[in-house]
């Protein structure tokens, strides 16, 4: 049995992955990655900690909640940045800078 | 060491080296690849939590769906990017070393919370009931989603729907007149 303070620790490294990627990429799908990563970090804890909720099940049924959540988030996300490349012709966020148009 | 934890720390370093060769590799279709890899041994790390259905879960819907997705994102929109990426390739500028420091104070931030926390002698996980290895969670999943969590459910299907709706509107092809 693996100590749960172990999964956090991967989780939380997982996090910070996520974390480097959304603040230093140049590119709006590395950054949707990014932000899948620290999901998934998320989703890991709850997890890992609804391994000892037996009775409520809540650790695993809000597990499922956030995949689900995670994925209709992609779904949305994707669509804007088609929809921005189609206006800018990049989808580089350092160069999305006018509100106008 | 038992054959339980190498298997965990083996996919454990595998999730943690593929997460980082994705956010350090320049190429975008490989990195979009080994998001596959990354994907996959998380779904393995869920199953020594015993949560087999979550990690089924995590594979149908991140490799059937999202990353289905994203390939079709990266080939409608790139074009020029993938020469552009690869010329920057070796640079390292001032926004990777400022994301680098934060992003080592927040590791540093949350393992010394978590150790400090000492979260393996909380009294509701030593005291707890955890599941054992011949449960049944399936079942479980399926009567706490009927019952207990009926309402999260409903929300969820209702956000579900309306991220469909749109998404549909976002992406259709303006009528020009």
């Given at each position: 049995m693996i100590p749960l303070s172990h999964f956090m620790i991967i989780s939380a490294a997982l996090f910070c992955i996520g974390l480097f990627a959304v603040l230093t990429k140049r590119n709006a799908i590395q950054i949707l990655i990014g932000i899948e990563f620290m999901?998934?970090?998320?989703?890991?804890?709850?997890?890992?900690?609804?391994?000892?909720?037996?009775?409520?099940?809540?650790?695993?049924?809000?597990?499922?909640?956030?995949?689900?959540?995670?994925?209709?988030?992609v779904a949305v996300a994707l669509a804007i940045i088609l929809n921005v490349y189609k206006h800018f012709r990049?989808?580089?966020?350092?160069?999305?800078?006018?509100?106008?148009? | 060491m038992s054959a339980e934890q190498l298997a965990f720390y083996f996919f454990a370093s595998l999730t943690l080296i593929s997460a980082?060769?994705?956010?350090?590799?320049?190429?975008?279709?490989?990195?979009?690849?080994?998001?596959?890899?990354?994907?996959?041994?998380?779904?393995a790390m869920f199953v020594f939590a015993l949560?087999?259905?979550?990690?089924?879960?995590?594979?149908?819907?991140?490799?059937g769906g999202v990353l289905v997705l994203m390939l079709f994102a990266f080939m409608l929109s790139n074009k020029e990017l993938l020469s552009g990426l690869q010329n920057i390739a070796g640079g390292f500028k001032f926004t990777h070393l400022a994301g680098l420091?934060?992003?080592?104070?927040?590791?540093?931030?949350?393992?010394?919370?978590?150790?400090?926390a000492d979260v393996v002698n909380l009294s509701w996980i030593k005291n707890g009931q955890a599941?054992?290895?011949?449960d049944n969670t399936i079942h479980q999943i399926g009567i706490h989603t009927m019952t207990r969590y009926l309402l999260p459910f409903e929300v969820v299907s209702v956000f579900l729907m309306m991220a469909l709706i749109g998404a549909a509107h976002l992406s259709r092809r303006e009528r020009r007149s």
């Open positions: 999901i998934n970090a998320a989703i890991l804890n709850f997890v890992a900690a609804g391994r000892f909720d037996r009775v409520a099940g809540g650790g695993q049924m809000f597990a499922l909640f956030a995949i689900v959540l995670a994925a209709a988030g990049t989808i580089n966020p350092d160069k999305i800078d006018t509100l106008k148009n | 980082l060769l994705v956010v350090c590799m320049q190429n975008l279709v490989r990195s979009i690849f080994l998001f596959f890899v990354t994907i996959f041994s998380l779904a949560a087999d259905f979550i990690a089924v879960t995590e594979v149908v819907v991140y490799v420091l934060i992003c080592g104070g927040m590791l540093f931030l949350l393992v010394s919370a978590i150790s400090a599941i054992s290895e011949n």
